[in-house]
């Protein structure tokens, strides 16, 4: 098979990502499931990876790309055949591994699932890396945290992110008082019709504040890190948990134990990309079972190209993006 079709390429650590028409399936990893990637979307890693801001990839050539949903097009896997519709969301995509941005790609069958019931591909991908890390959240809240409905306020920083979008509607479905933090006042009724019932302007978290501050959060979803992270900590009652899993603000983390020794409250971390299969399949449960195509049509922003990938991924790290954008591939 010699024909050739269009894929993202980063080419070195010294340049951005850029579109070529060069490959072929001769030149995909030696791996057993071909897929027509048919759809995926923009993060704020692939924004990192695509610009080349930050160093995601590990090897180069470098195709990015950390959510698919395709098709199997050859399988010399018994878990898939030809035919069956399939998503992949990290798992080392972008870092050691092609990704999503190529109209073929040749996959592991442990990276990948069957595409969730009761979503199709493009709902799969509104929701990929991004929903199931909020997911992967919600229920490590659920686990650790002390949440009642009736006890307060669960915060979700970066709300109009990706991660945060999700984060809100999970939490509101789940029938949690849910509190915003946002930079962008214009984002209120989006957040308010999917859940949120407070907001905060996140420059109250981003200044450095005393170690323990008023009580305020039952939980939080944090995708900020950074000065932000510390606060929410400093916030956070007795007993409660946080779940940090971004770097939005920042990746340091200028806080003290004070919160976890004087108030037990739990700091959660949250990895997408190695999580284990049990916990995968437990987020797209809790997503199965709580968002509605409401829910997915408001978060999803628009769908974009692999022309227009380029640009998009400057967006996302601008902080521009609200929600989630599709990118369709094939
Ligand atoms: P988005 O860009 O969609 O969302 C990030 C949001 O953070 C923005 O919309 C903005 O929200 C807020 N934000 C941006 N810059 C700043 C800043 N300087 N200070 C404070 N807030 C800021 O990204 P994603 O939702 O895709 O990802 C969010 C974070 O989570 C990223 O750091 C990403 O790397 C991480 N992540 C981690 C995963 C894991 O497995 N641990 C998986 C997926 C994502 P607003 O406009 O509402 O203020």
């Not at 001769?26 to 071909?34: A, E, F, G, I, T």
Request: aromatic fraction near 6%; proline fraction near 5%.
């Amino acid at each position: 098979m010699t024909e050739s079709f269009p894929a993202l390429l980063i080419r070195d650590k010294d340049h951005p990502a850029a579109v070529s028409a060069e490959l072929t399936r001769d030149d995909l990893p030696d791996l057993p499931v071909l897929v027509r990637v048919d759809y995926s979307s923009l993060n704020y890693k692939d924004g990192l990876s695509v610009t080349g801001k930050g160093r995601i990839a590990r090897r180069f050539p470098m195709v990015p790309g950390i959510d698919i949903a395709g098709t199997v097009v050859e399988s010399a896997s018994d878990s898939f055949q030809p035919g069956d519709r399939v998503i992949a969301t990290g798992s080392g995509l972008s870092e050691t591994e092609w990704g999503a941005f190529s109209v073929y790609q040749r996959l592991k069958p442990e990276w990948l699932m069957k595409q969730p019931e009761g979503f199709d591909q493009r709902q799969a991908m509104a929701i990929g890396t991004a929903g199931v890390t909020a997911a992967l959240c919600v229920n490590q809240l659920l686990a650790w945290g002390n949440l009642s409905q009736d006890g307060g306020s669960v915060l979700v920083t970066g709300a109009a992110g990706g991660v945060g979008s999700y984060a809100v509607a999970l939490l509101a479905a789940l029938g949690f008082h849910v509190t915003a933090s946002t930079g962008r006042a214009e984002t209120h009724d989006y957040l308010r019709r999917l859940g949120a019932r407070d907001f905060i302007d996140r420059k109250t978290l981003s200044e450095a504040g005393r170690p323990l501050q008023e009580e305020h959060w039952i939980g939080a979803v944090d995708s900020v890190g950074s000065t932000t992270l510390a606060n929410v900590l400093a916030q956070t009652v007795r007993d409660g948990a946080v779940a940090a899993c971004g770097l939005a603000g920042g990746p340091d983390l200028p806080a003290t134990v004070l919160p976890h020794i004087l108030r037990a409250v739990t700091l959660i971390g949250v990895d997408s990309v190695f999580a284990p299969p049990q916990r995968r399949e437990a987020a797209w449960r809790l997503l199965q079972n709580n968002l509605t195509p409401e829910h997915i049509d408001l978060v999803t922003a628009g769908e974009i190209d692999l022309q227009g990938l380029p640009q998009a991924a400057e967006d996302i790290l601008a902080g521009k993006v609200r929600g989630r954008l599709i990118v369709k591939v094939a």
